[in-house]
């Protein structure tokens, strides 16, 4: 089912707003966990988050230097998860229709993510290169 692309909402009405904090955070985690079972890049990203905090780990990085690493790594799991919000409300919407606006809002959410990604690496080779390449005999 993950790569399959089906959505698991399908077929379910959710409540619109929530009614305390804990359902707050209840709705919002399996947001989450619906986008990591569902959408195959951002468990890309989230498997490339985890190497590089393992590297980072590994390494011994400095405290600045993983806080850098957390916030890129917060960044483009949060581009992924707006992507996702707006690729679900645009098909929602446009259906099957090919639509310019519907493609231009779908493409400029995915470019979000091509940019908060293209930091993040950039980040990463600041941090680890440094450190791979004098570290070797």
């Known amino acids: 089912m993950w790569l399959t692309g089906r959505n698991s909402y399908e077929g379910r009405s959710a409540p619109m707003k929530s009614p ?3 359902q707050s ?3 919002a985690f399996s947001g989450v966990m619906e986008t990591l079972k569902n959408e195959r890049n951002f468990k890309l990203h989230v498997c490339a988050a ?3 905090l393992g590297l980072a780990i590994f390494l011994k990085i400095s405290v600045i230097e993983f806080i ?3 916030i890129s790594i917060a960044l483009v799991l949060s581009a992924e998860l707006i992507n996702t919000a707006i690729e679900s409300v645009v098909d929602l919407f446009a259906g099957e229709q090919i639509n310019a606006l519907a493609k231009a809002a779908k493409d400029a959410a995915a470019g979000a993510v091509l940019i908060t990604a293209l930091n993040a690496a950039a980040v ?3 941090v680890f290169l440094k450190r791979l390449i004098y570290r070797a005999p």
Request: glycine share 6%.
């Open 124 to 126: 990463g080779a600041a």
């Open 68 to 70: 850098c690493l957390l």
């Open 50 to 52: 985890i190497c590089a």
């Open 25 to 27: 955070f209840k709705f």
């Open 20 to 22: 305390n904090l804990p």
